[in-house]
């Protein structure tokens, strides 16, 4: 798997603006290679609809994901989950950024079961929404899913 020099004062910076500070420019273009590479090998029969997306840890491994659609709909998987489940599937729950690519001539957001699904590793996650062109546009997880519920409202409830 690809791996991302990250310098621990930027890890400290990111992580003390609570995921505002963007990735420097180099990064983020290793972010966009990834999650075009990974959208090549996406399985899309049904839709047609190839999305690549690229996760980037704490310790700067890369993880790529594809959608791969199923005949039964439910059973097929975003590619955001895919690079997840892939890097937790590995060890890692810290992350930093998601990248995403699709086809579309405009910003693809992941969708709402994928918001909920990365919330689940921090509200704090930098998520990069590409277009084929590779401009780029920037949010940090809590804003794509404001009030969202994730594993300290869990702690919470079982400390009552």
Known sequence: MPKIDIPPSLLAEIKASHGEKQLPANIQ?????????????????YSKFPVGASVLTESGELFLGCNVENASYGG????????????VSEGHRKFIA?????????FASPCGFCRQFMVEFGKDQQVYLFQQDGSVKFYVLRELLPDSFGPEDLEQFNAQ
């Not at 075009?36 to 899309?44: D, L, M, N």
């Not at 998601?98 to 405009?106: E, G, I």
């Open 76 to 87: 097929a998987i975003c590619a955001e989950r895919t690079g997840f489940v892939k890097a």
């Open 98 to 106: 998601v990248a995403v690519v699709t086809n579309l001539k405009k």
């Open 29 to 45: 273009k290793q972010l966009f290679d990834a999650a075009i590479s990974a959208k090549s090998q996406s399985y899309s029969p």
